[in-house]
């Protein structure tokens, strides 16, 4: 970790300050190459192909007829800049490949030169390029300094979204030989075992038997932690994270908790033991639809009613947007309740019927802010209600505790920052990525610190708590500020009298 | 001379509908395999048509965006709506009653189109980023709009042409029948480089226009819980 040591965070501003650029402060960000054995398993070719160049622009023809969003994205740019101080990368580093236009460009101008009349006659022009070896370098470095968070698709005045871009060039690259390695091995794993973290099936009911043992030893009562229960009401599938990472683990306490007042039987399922799906980092259809697939399955074998997912923003993306789409239709399930249904839809259901309570008081010692996730705040809803996304996680709050304050406007809800670690860059490598990245949300952080003392910035995603855990020292913050909400949720409902 | 304009005018006119309709059907026929609405996503067809109105005629976007670049981006597209309205005149005989009211604020208009080109162009050279990211085309582009402002007003301030005359030669072209045009060189500049914007539109960054009313993240509503969206290529 001694690179990681020499990581300096920007000083916090007062106020956002649109930064100078740059040029190639980032070009030194790049991620480790994927190893041959990781993309073959993939079925990619295991190391870039000594034709990279013809099978990159048949590739890129292939998506250009299969996805409108790109057709549509790669033509009507104007250049206006409306998106250009929107990117929180851009805004940690000042790196103007960092622009979300100019991220766009480095395709958008192989497009032109490949697809375009006036690219083809002439190119200097319209800002058309060969793709060189200099080009597809500049791919791999900058298409992984975006996490695909689709900020700025909300103030884009065609709603181009950078990510769908990002997620094709991925995808040409994984296609010529050069994947990601902290992406692709995740994604080997979870074909081969079922979770990103490659955790396997003994595995997990050792570590749900000890959770049991540990909530009885806290609170004296007998909550359980079902794994591969048949006949169960309801799948929960949630972030493999949540099974061992801190803070996520006190979020899968939360989730047990609740069933456990409400009286819902449930089951966790070890084969499908992740609501993660790394296949929509790198853009690929089928990757996501196999991922996907053994939700159904699970759901299917188990015999469930329900299937509810847990805290993971680009999971929920995945689940909300395009399981109904990869794996649907749900008519197995039980249509009284939405297929699928987030922790935070069901929670926020039972409290309002009176299902479960809280001594908010227990929670006293927090004084909260939420971070809204970007999968889930600009790519998904909840409750079926404009804003649900941003309304239920809040409400949930406040009913567990006494304390919470929301961040500036500007930087929640749709306008919400990405954390700085999503979209498949949450690896050690790009540590300096991940912290100047990290930059707004810190700096709107600052201000509700000192402005109302928050002291706990609750997520539902687990993406956003593994990065904040790792940056937030970086910003002189104590790491244990961040959590679930469903961390606030297990601490202070009440769960009835223990035995 | 009026036959080489009568000439540019209807290739021009070929290249637009040909170019145009090809774009637009190959974007509707590119499918859009998968759900991905931006938040704030409405939940009905009819929700998104509201959003799609108040996309195309407020650039609500934009505006959350930058107030700047929508001050002058929406400036200029309003002003170029009137001065075409006003310019219908020139195409009918008897004229459209809008087009009459049009007349005097076509003239404004054709000053603020001036004007807020001015701001968009300058953006290009003040803001850092963005002359970070303006090709040779970007500044073409605004210097053939600028160009085709500046002849129009100059006809109407400086030296004005026979308008009497180009509406003759107007309503002739849309009978196929060539009719004198006066030779004054302002008035060809301004034709020409109205031709040349007309030809350019479907090979071009003109394509946000019916772009816009393609763009998944705008036309689609947030139903994907409800409603599958298979797309054929990817059926299993």
């Not at chain 1, 160049?53 to 292939?62: L, P, Y």
Request: charged share 20%; hydrophobic share 45%; proline share 5%.
């Amino acid at each position: 970790m001694a690179a990681a040591a020499q990581v300096q965070a920007p000083p916090l501003k007062e106020y956002p300050v649109i930064p100078i650029l740059q040029k190639d402060a980032m070009a030194g960000s790049r991620p480790y190459v994927a190893p041959e054995k990781v993309n073959e398993a993939l079925g990619f070719p295991g190391k870039l192909v000594e034709d990279w160049h013809d099978r990159a622009i048949a590739k890129m023809g292939e998506l250009l007829g299969k996805y409108r969003s790109l057709r549509v994205f790669l033509d009507a740019c104007v250049h206006c800049g409306a998106c250009t101080d929107k990117c929180h990368y851009f805004l940690g580093t000042g790196d103007p490949k960092n622009m979300p236009v100019a991220r766009q460009e480095l395709v958008r101008k192989v497009y032109r030169r490949y697809f375009t009349l006036a690219g083809r006659l002439f190119p200097k022009l319209v800002g058309a390029e060969d793709l060189t070896e200099e080009v597809l370098e500049d791919w791999y470095r900058y298409f992984n300094q975006c996490s695909e968070c689709r900020r700025c698709s909300v103030y884009c005045p065609y709603g181009i979204d950078t990510a769908e871009i990002t997620m094709a060039a991925k995808e040409i690259m994984d296609s010529i030989g050069l994947g990601q390695k902290y992406t692709n091995e995740i994604l080997g794993k979870v074909h081969k075992v079922g979770n990103n973290l490659g955790l396997p099936g003994p595995a997990l009911e050792n570590t749900l038997e000890t959770l049991a043992e540990e909530v009885k030893e806290d609170t004296g009562m007998d909550v359980r932690f079902p794994l591969d229960e048949k006949g169960a009401e309801v799948l929960v599938v949630t972030p493999s994270a949540d099974f061992f990472a801190e803070p996520h683990v006190y979020s899968l306490v939360g989730y047990a908790k609740v069933f456990h007042a409400a009286g819902i039987s449930w089951t966790l399922s070890s084969h499908a033991s992740e609501a993660g799906n790394f296949g929509l980092f790198i853009g690929s259809y089928e990757q996501m639809r196999a991922i996907a697939k053994r939700v159904r399955e699970a759901a299917l074998e188990l015999g469930v009613k329900r299937i509810v997912v847990g805290e993971c923003g680009h999971a929920w993306r995945v689940a909300y947007s395009f399981w109904n789409t990869l794996i649907g239709p749900f008519d197995f399930l039980d249509p009284r309740y939405p297929a699928p249904q987030h922790i935070c839809e069901l929670t926020w259901d039972l409290i309002r019927r009176g299902a479960i309570r809280f001594d908010k008081e227990k929670n006293d010692h927090r004084i909260v802010t939420f971070h809204d996730s970007c999968n889930v705040a600009r790519g998904a809803g909840m409750g079926g209600i404009p804003g649900g996304q941003f309304i239920i996680p809040r409400e949930i709050i406040r009913a567990a505790c006494n304390h919470f304050y929301d961040m500036a406007p500007e930087t929640i809800h749709e306008h919400t920052y990405c954390c700085g670690g999503g979209g498949g860059l949450l690896t050690d490598e790009l540590l300096e990525l991940r912290v100047k990245g990290a930059l707004p949300r810190m700096e709107a952080l600052k201000a509700v610190v000192d402005a109302h003392g928050v002291n706990f910035m609750a997520t539902i995603c687990a993406i956003c708590k593994a990065q904040f855990s790792k940056v937030l020292p970086y910003y002189k913050f104590d790491m244990s500020m961040i959590g679930g909400v469903h961390q606030l949720v297990g601490d202070a409902i009440r769960l009835g009298e223990s035995r | 001379m009026s036959l080489l304009f009568a000439a540019l005018f209807y290739a021009a006119a070929a290249v637009f509908v040909a170019g145009l309709a090809r774009k637009i059907v190959q974007y509707a026929r590119t499918p859009a395999p998968l759900v991905i609405p931006t938040t704030p996503a409405p939940r009905t067809r009819s929700g998104v048509a509201l959003r799609m109105l108040r996309e195309v005629a407020l650039f609500e976007s934009l505006f959350r965006a930058n107030k700047w670049i929508w001050l002058f981006g929406w400036t200029f597209h309003v002003a170029l709506a009137l001065v075409l309205l006003r310019h219908l005149r020139y195409f009918q005989e008897p004229l459209w009653e809008a087009v009459a009211l049009a007349q005097p604020f076509g003239v404004y208009a054709g000053f603020a189109m001036l004007a807020s080109l001015g701001g968009l162009w300058a953006r290009r050279f003040v803001v850092e980023r963005i002359r970070y990211i303006s090709t040779i085309s970007d500044h073409l582009m605004l210097a053939l709009l600028v160009a085709i402002a500046a002849s129009g007003l100059g006809m109407k301030y400086v030296a004005p042409t026979d308008v009497v005359a180009v509406k003759a030669f107007m309503l002739g072209l849309l009978r196929f029948e060539v009719e004198p045009l006066p030779s004054d060189p302002l008035l060809l500049v301004h034709l020409a480089l109205v031709a040349l914007l007309i030809a350019i539109f479907p090979a071009s960054k003109l394509l946000h226009a019916p772009g816009v009313f393609f763009s998944p993240t705008r036309n689609q509503p947030d139903d994907a819980r409800e409603r599958r969206h298979v797309a054929a290529w990817a059926k299993e």
